[in-house]
């Protein structure tokens, strides 16, 4: 376990934008950063970083946190996998400290697997370089591709002997078990006979976006082997082949920085263009692409380049994929490359300036790209040309973009020799049978509560009023938790701690949300300890759910801008200059809301009150309760707020 002392070095050195900005590529908004969520397929950014208070918060899906619960959500690490790999990203010393055997035991499961593919891609890395075999084999292999020692070590690339329990021997030996070996995809257990599962190949690792291996990929140099060509890591706790791409980890900052990631095919073509110094390219390893890897690239940018290789077969086979960029709203180019080039032997022959020009002058978007492609074989085949048009159409509507849909529309039109009309009758009835089979999938929209406090009396009939006290409790508990801390002046103008002023304020509510009922718990308990806090503090309590709940309250998706109050010199008032009348307001219109449910409650008991003297009594609450309810009204009309 990572001693106490080392995690708070962590937590104080880590810059939450600096290890987000790792993961996704984030733009300034006013005093936050924000993103396309690296969780969903969404359109528009919902995913923000706040540095003042070292939280992001991803309202797309909910999820939200510190710098390390992002490594943890976005990777797929434990807690303690997180801390050490910001502690190797900011060079700090690990401590640690002793845990019990149960506490041991979960942990070192995923722990023991990254460190027995540590070990494989060490010895696979050793047998190429210093054994005999992988020498005057592998190493070979490697350099006749033309890859130098400074790319092979770039790539961890190495060899596995023509043994049947070369790297099991060995692994053993230092100390790891067959199940463990079993596990991690290294050796193959058959009827109790345990075997290498990658023997006699190039070893290719593959890394996540964090840099650690987590699977390999296989190569045969025997033309007598009649086994698979490649072969790769099975599914395991660490890797799953739907949600990686080899060389993104290579690759990320690249990407970033030129905007742009070319989609190859092989492990060679990503080798190769590195070592030309093209370094913004990924691979799909072989296998179609899916919408996990879609994600992981748009993380980094919106803008894609498919490079085929140079055969007519492999481009109409390598399409099935290209609907998926389209609808995870990417911009795809696509190029193919001169018949009987690859990406690895065309970027070795026109190194980094020749090969960008070459895709910069011979890309297109993929739909011109694709009608072309398909249309080159149909020859004079009416029923082939229709089915090609089916085909070409169905992709636009991928398309989420209207205008862009019509711009391709327009285009094919004047490709295929197809009246434009005929292609937006096909879309159309394309996206309406798109559109009620989500409908058929997707459950029932649920109700939201609107964004600010309803006063309207006849809006109150037409929504729940729980969930009304619910959002009033929220407004009330949103303002404990970013300003806790803060002074106000109260109206006998002397200065005062606003939690304070809240607790008096609100002494006499029992909020109806649990989580919000504990921080109102939290924040009493630790102000009668003497300790003044804030949501700060919160951000690390034991509680999930109420950590959970301060990071919500804490991230707002929207700001005003600076420069916006700047152009129109207008001055927008803001929430921190009329903190005592916010947090008045809030516990006073929660109030309110609470005596409304009240009046409603003894309302409905009076439909079945049985008797004269239940009836006088119920009315006589409501008229009091009415009386209140009137003058918690004229106070509201009266207090100020912004």
């Not at 010393?93 to 060490?122: G, H, M, P, T």
């Not at 993929?366 to 070409?392: H, M, S």
């Not at 700060?536 to 991230?555: C, F, G, P």
Request: negative net charge.
């Amino acid at each position: 376990m990572i001693h106490p002392s080392t995690i708070e070095e962590i937590k104080n050195r880590i810059d939450i934008v600096e290890v987000v900005g790792d993961f996704v590529t984030l733009k300034r908004s006013g005093s936050s950063y924000k993103a396309l969520s690296p969780f969903t397929n969404e359109k528009t950014p919902s995913f923000y970083v706040v540095p003042s208070k070292g939280i992001f918060k991803d309202f797309s899906s909910g999820k939200g946190g510190d710098a390390i619960t992002f490594v943890m959500e976005v990777d797929g690490l434990s807690y303690v996998e997180a801390l050490k790999y910001l502690a190797g990203k900011y060079g700090i010393e690990i401590k640690e400290e002793e845990q019990s055997d149960e506490a041991q035991q979960a942990q070192n499961k995923r722990e023991s697997l990254y460190i027995v593919l540590n070990f494989a891609s060490e010895y696979f890395q050793r047998v190429l370089h210093t054994s005999d075999e992988g020498k005057s084999i592998g190493l070979s292999y490697f350099k006749e591709r033309g890859f130098t020692e400074e790319t092979i070590k770039k790539f961890e690339l190495g060899y596995s002997k023509e043994l049947w329990d070369g790297l099991l021997n060995e692994a053993t030996q230092k100390g790891y078990n067959k199940e463990l070996l079993a596990e991690a995809g290294l050796v193959i257990d058959k009827e109790g006979k345990n075997y290498d599962r990658f023997r006699s190949r190039v070893i290719f690792p593959i890394h996540n976006v964090s840099g650690k291996t987590i699977a390999f990929g296989g190569r045969k140099l025997s033309s007598t082997d009649k086994s698979a060509k490649y072969i790769n890591s099975p599914e395991t706790e660490l890797y799953h082949k739907s949600k990686v791409l080899y060389g993104m980890f290579q690759g990320k900052n690249s990407i970033r920085k030129e905007d742009n990631c070319y989609l190859v095919e092989g492990y060679t073509d990503v080798i190769s263009m590195h070592q030309a110094g093209i370094e913004n390219v990924v691979a799909s390893s072989g296998t179609a692409l899916t919408e996990d890897q879609v994600k992981l690239i748009r993380r980094y940018t919106e803008n894609v380049t498919v490079i085929f290789d140079g055969d007519q077969a492999g481009i109409k086979a390598s399409m099935r994929g290209i609907d998926l960029l389209l609808e995870g709203d990417l911009n795809v180019k696509a190029v193919a490359l001169p018949e009987g080039e690859d990406p690895d032997s065309y970027a070795k022959q026109l190194g980094a300036s020749g090969f960008r020009e070459y895709v910069g002058e011979e890309a297109q978007d993929i739909i011109r790209f694709k009608t072309k492609v398909l249309l080159d074989e149909t020859g004079n085949d009416p029923v082939k040309k229709a089915g090609v048009i089916k085909d070409i159409v169905s992709s636009i509507t991928k398309i989420n973009d209207p205008v862009k849909r019509t711009v391709y529309i327009k285009e094919c039109s004047d490709l295929l020799g197809i009246a434009e009309s005929v292609l937006v009758a096909e879309q159309n009835k394309i996206l309406i049978q798109n559109r009620r089979n989500k409908g058929r999938d997707e459950p029932p929209i649920q109700e939201e509560m609107p964004p600010f406090p309803m006063e309207q009396e006849d809006l109150i009939d037409k929504l729940d009023i729980g969930k009304i006290i619910e959002y009033q409790e929220r407004e009330s508990i949103r303002v404990l938790v970013n300003y806790g801390k803060s002074k106000i002046q109260t109206r006998e103008m002397q200065d005062q701690n606003l939690i304070d002023y809240f607790l008096n304020e609100a002494d006499e509510i029992q909020f109806t949300n649990e989580t919000y009922r504990r921080i109102v718990d939290v924040f009493r308990e630790k102000l009668n300890e003497g300790e003044v806090i804030d949501g700060e503090y919160l951000l690390n309590h034991d509680d999930e759910e109420i950590r959970k709940t301060v990071i919500d309250l804490s991230a707002d998706k929207y700001e005003i801008s600076e420069n916006w109050s700047e152009k129109y010199k207008i001055h927008v008032p803001r929430e921190t200059e009329f903190l005592r009348d916010v947090t008045y307001t809030n516990v006073l219109r929660l109030k309110f809301r609470i005596v409304q449910q009240l009046i409603q409650e003894e309302t409905e008991k009076l439909k079945h009150a049985t008797n004269e003297a239940e009836v006088d009594e119920l009315l006589d609450d409501i008229n009091e309760l009415k009386m209140v309810s009137v003058e918690i009204a004229k106070i509201l009309g009266n207090v100020l707020v912004g």
